[in-house]
């Protein structure tokens, strides 16, 4: 709650990169974001680290693109059809937006009891 409350700021755990993953990664086995490990044991291919001064720095994979927008291993000896598919964005850290206010809800539903306690009001005679 509280982490929606103020915005946090991620940094990843061993003070390298936290890796975001781009539609052509895909989605993981379990269902949520897939990993570069994963990746690289699911499709075969191997990611390179691209460092862009300016903005995120990328994983990218040599391949070829499928149907689906997704890099896969190509079969082609000449290297007719292959692209540089960027994978992954690789950032220091994430900031969060704020989600809620919640000091501004409660100061709003502070000021709200008195008038619905008089709205409320039975007389017992």
């Known amino acids: 709650m509280g982490a929606h409350d103020t915005g946090p700021l991620i940094r990843s755990k061993d003070g390298f990169w936290l890796a ?14 897939i990993k570069p490990g994963e990746w690289e044991r699911r499709r075969g291919l191997r990611l390179r680290f691209v460092y862009r001064r300016t903005g995120p720095s990328l994983l990218v994979a040599e391949g070829r693109l499928n149907t689906k ?5 190509s079969r082609s000896k000449t290297g007719r059809g292959k692209v540089t598919a960027p994978i992954f964005l690789l ?12 000091a501004r809800d409660a100061e709003r539903a502070h000021e709200a009891v008195p008038g619905l306690i008089v709205a409320n009001w039975v007389e017992g005679r």
């Open 69 to 73: 927008g997704q890099a896969v291993v």
């Open 91 to 102: 950032v220091a850290q994430v900031k969060l937006p704020k989600r809620l206010d919640l």
């Open 20 to 33: 975001i993953p781009l539609p052509a990664a895909g989605k993981s086995l379990r269902g949520g974001r």
